[in-house]
């Protein structure tokens, strides 16, 4: 075997499969400032480029919410011309903003993709900011809703677009 082969193995053995994934987001890209995290749509995916895990049914949780309407299911109901999840606290590393899925069953995630707020809505109005995009998360996994593990951070994350998802691999 080879070493690309190796390694390959090697990161695929390591992938772990979970029930509830955990987006948890320590800072903006609107930095220390005030103002909550603004998520737009969520996908986590089984393989890079691979179909959505998540659907307008996956229960969802959050750390906190701005108002009715703009609770974390905002996230997966595959609809972007509609209000974000979005939080009601500024995200910090000692007070984080949390959105959790649950898939049913215990699933290997290898890609998250999210889509920021600000896309414009029907009548062409922007629905929240890109600067609320998160610049610094972490990625996590559980099996029981609370004990969640790291499974891959990301730090200055910034240049966010309301018109795409960006695609992160775990």
Not at 47 to 64: I, K, M, W
Not at 66 to 76: C, D, E, F, K, R
Not at 106 to 126: M, T
């Amino acid at each position: 075997m080879l070493l690309w082969q190796k390694l390959l193995a090697q990161q695929v053995a390591a992938a772990v499969a979970y029930r509830y994934w955990r987006i948890y987001v320590t800072l903006t890209d609107a930095g220390g400032g005030s103002g909550g995290v603004q998520i737009n749509e969520v996908e986590l995916r089984a393989t890079v480029g691979g179909p959505d895990l998540t659907s307008p049914s996956t229960p969802s949780l959050a750390s906190s919410t701005l108002a009715p309407g703009y609770g974390p299911t905002q996230m997966v109901n595959n609809f972007l011309l509609g209000a974000p999840w979005a939080s009601t606290g500024t995200p910090s590393t000692g007070s984080p903003e949390w959105a959790r899925f649950d898939l049913g069953t215990p699933q290997v995630v290898r890609e998250v993709a999210l889509h920021p707020s600000g896309k414009p809505d029907e009548e062409g109005s922007s629905i929240g900011s890109v600067i609320y995009a998160p610049r610094n998360f972490i990625i996590q996994g559980a099996n029981d809703g609370t004990n969640f593990t790291d499974v891959k951070a990301f730090t200055g994350q910034t240049a966010w677009s309301n018109t795409a998802f960006r695609s992160f691999a775990l």
